[in-house]
């Protein structure tokens, strides 16, 4: 078998950014992005399918370039096409989470060739399932969010922030879901938080007995999270915005966090993400992928690589983030009772439905900043205030 071509599908997911703040828009639609999914055809006539996330469009780009290397070559070597391209982005200088963007949904498909030529789901091809149901946790900014998805079985959410976590949110939401769920906070790394200031949060976050504080600095300089790791007494999370082996190995390797969270779509597919776990797995640390920006397509990936690791912790799922995740594949997941089942079909189990991947054209490159909600970016308030605020304005910020 030969692989005869390689095709991308480049999305408008979310909110389209020109609509975003017309009157009436679906309060539904939360931020926009763009998804970036593949298919690897063979001249057999299976075809295999992948999502790359890292900058989908720039990716997109990678993924063509590298399409040359894989046609006319035998879709069953994996791990040696997978350095062949590794190889061949070395010109680039890597390129970083575009370069392993673009592997991650390359090598996806080849193991959805895979298991279609053999007629068996991935996870049975990893080794088998360690566990057949795979837990996830959902966002809650909310107590009615949290509420929602603790009726649909949800053991963990998580709450999002911009590095100024709002205490008293995450005291209601822990009222309103009671002692048995577990919370973790987002605090997206933004590039103005100071060590300090984390450490800070940190402190005040030891009281709720979070499941994990995530990305409390910005990733540039991980002697900042080390600061932090050394202060504070809640689990810390992070990696989301690192490629491959190699981006996670100084996270693991100097034990800064407790959970690993490589992006399904950037760190380099199945076969760098069960590597990252079990780098992980020799430092006591759990595998918590993220998924906050993908789309369906990497989070089947997700559930195939959490069923063969035995330190996987959850999933991230942001289950009502756009009714269109529904429309671009086939089948489509659904939670029960706080989980998701295990894709029995041969392959990923997952297909792509073009028509409506074609109903949304990709727009913008760049997400742009929520709508005047308050959650983050929002010129004139106090997330946007800390970049120029001194230490005395600051500090009440951070501790209101
Ligand atoms: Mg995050």
Redesign the pocket.
Known sequence: MRITGVTTYLMQAGARPDLMRAKGADADFRGSRNWLFLEIETDAGVTGVGECSGWPRVVETAVQDLSHVLIGQDPARIDRLWAQCYRAIMGHGLTGTVGSGALSGIEMALWDIKGKVLGQPVWQLLGGAIRDRIPCYGHAHTEDEARWLQGLGYTALKT?FTGIVDLDRVARLRDAVGPELDIAV?A?GPSWMTPSDAILVGRELEAFDLLFY??PVSPENLDMLARVRDAVAVPLAAG?RVGTLHGCRPHIERDLVDVI?PDTGRAGGITQMRKIAAMAEAHGIMLAP?S?SLGPVAEFAALHVMATVPNALLLERIEDDWPGRYEVVTPVLKIEGGALALPMAPGLGVELVHEAIARFPAIRNVASGPPDDGKAYVPGTAEEAVHVQTRRSRARSLRP
Do not use: S, V
Request: zero cysteines; glycine letters at 12%.
């Open positions: 999002p987002d997206h995530e990305d989301e969270q993220h906050g």
